[in-house]
């Protein structure tokens, strides 16, 4: 079964002349286990998507299955409840709280579930280590690199044992070795942790990390490719060029 | 032509054999998935070098096939890999297949042109993914030369997809486009009663 099914996905932003249709009937399904990024031109709609599957904004019309769950019929609580448990966020610029150190930033999740501080604290640690971050778990943000920055705010998702991590331009801020990086980790979520990774990026570099590549333009999906199979070829226009000659 | 000069450079190194040649172009090159060069095209490479004396054969060492024999550079040899080394490399960026699958399908009514573009990037994604792929697993202390020429061959590729990105954007234009002016101009003497006799 596939993690995310996505059907007939449709988002409206305004109405009436100033509608604007930022995906139309999207159809999608993702299996578990895949690092599954998605491109497109500025405005087609890639980060709309990311935000409907991950519940952050509820869609006009059609559904998001998560595990076979609709989301778009939760209410708010029930949403909340299943972002928190299922769902890691990562984010282009890090949100990440500036007051806090390291292993405190990585831990709230927990605290804030009701995890007691340091159990909390245990598990940030476990999660920064395997982000190289052990010797900086005392840093506060203004004191990391942008990089590190962003293996902080991967540590804090992954602290709560989500199955999917929803990414927005997750090396949008970094520079090209930073990215590499980052986008490393990422795969390794999915080839060491098995977790599924969806991520939005208009980087190729990052992009090609990914097993699958899927397309947007203008709120439509235009193409959704695998990195390891072959191209369907448009073989009937041919065939019917081949007979009319 | 590459090869060439190359087995010269690596003979201006130390004297080898036929079959240490090829192992050693191999391994240069960064792999026979990277660059395969069967033995024939090493040895048919070597014996043109000996007759045109870049190469000799040890005195020592004549053995029956190439493969068995120790070549060494001669003072020719040297200098024509000097002046290759010392030559700027180019290609030729403005000699791209795909570009004539593109112009050749704007007046092709049974081509769909965008589907091309896809089909290309596709192509240009595996590669990368491959690529990406391939350079994660090696390690940046030790084999940080191949890593150099992955890390080419990523960039490229990225300018490529970025390049198909740009032609996308525009592609509604560039079909609008009128097909390139054909110079129909006859070579050599103009035939007597030809149609095209009468042109200049």
């Known amino acids: 079964m596939a993690i995310i099914e996505v059907k007939d996905l449709t988002k409206i932003y305004g109405n009436g002349d100033n509608a604007v249709r930022a995906l139309d009937s999207i159809n999608l399904s993702i299996e578990e286990g895949k690092f599954v990024a998605v491109m497109g031109p500025s405005g087609c709609g890639k980060s709309t998507l990311l935000h409907l599957i991950g519940g952050l904004d509820r869609p006009t019309s059609g559904s998001v299955m998560i595990e076979g769950k609709d989301i778009a019929k939760m209410k708010d609580d029930q949403l909340t409840e299943l972002r928190r448990r299922k769902m890691g966020f990562i984010f282009q610029f890090f949100n990440l709280i500036p007051v806090l150190n390291a292993a405190e930033n990585a831990a709230l999740p927990l605290i804030l579930d009701g995890v007691k501080q340091e159990r909390a604290k245990a598990r ?5 280590q395997k982000n190289q971050l052990g010797d900086r778990s005392t840093h506060r943000p203004d004191e990391l690199s942008g990089g590190q920055q962003q293996r902080v705010a991967i540590a804090r998702a992954m602290i709560s044992n989500p ?3 929803l990414a927005d331009e997750p090396t949008g801020n970094l520079d090209t070795r930073s990215g590499d990086e980052i986008a490393s980790v990422l795969r390794s979520l999915v080839s060491d942790w098995g977790r599924t990774v969806l991520m939005v990026t208009h980087d190729p570099r990052i992009a090609a990390y990914a097993d699958r590549i899927i397309f947007l333009k203008d709120g439509k999906i ?9 191209a369907p070829e448009n073989a009937r226009r041919l065939k019917e060029k081949v007979e009319s000659l | 032509m590459t090869v060439r000069h190359s087995l010269l450079g690596l003979l201006a190194q130390q004297p080898r054999y036929g079959y240490e040649l090829r192992a050693a172009f191999t391994a240069l090159a960064g792999g026979s998935d990277n660059w395969n060069v069967t033995p024939a095209q090493i040895y048919t490479t070597l014996n043109r070098m000996l007759e ?6 040890e005195p020592s060492d004549n053995g029956s096939t190439s493969e068995k024999r120790k070549f060494h550079i001669t003072p020719a040899g040297l200098e024509e890999f000097n002046r290759w080394l010392l030559t700027d490399v180019r290609d030729e960026p403005q000699q791209d297949a795909f570009y004539l699958k593109l112009m050749l399908s704007r007046h092709l009514d049974f081509v769909d042109t965008s589907r091309l573009i896809q089909i290309q990037r596709n192509g240009l994604y595996r590669d990368l993914h491959r690529i990406t792929q391939a350079r994660e697993k090696l390690d940046q ?3 940080l030369a191949r890593i150099m020429i992955m890390d080419k061959a990523i960039m490229h590729l990225e300018a490529d997809l970025r390049w198909l990105d740009m032609v996308e954007s525009r592609l509604d234009e560039v079909v609008k486009q009128p097909p390139p002016e054909v110079c129909l101009r006859p070579r050599g003497r103009p035939q007597k009663n030809s149609p095209g006799s009468d042109r200049q």
């Not at chain 1, 940030?124 to 920064?128: F, K, N, V």
């Not at chain 1, 235009?222 to 072959?230: I, P």
């Open chain 1, 124 to 128: 940030a640690m476990e999660w920064l």
């Open chain 1, 163 to 165: 199955l999917i991590i």
């Open chain 1, 222 to 230: 235009v193409d959704d490719t695998l990195m390891s199979s072959d």
């Open chain 2, 52 to 57: 045109s004396g870049l190469v000799e054969i």
């Open chain 2, 141 to 143: 202390r030790t084999d």
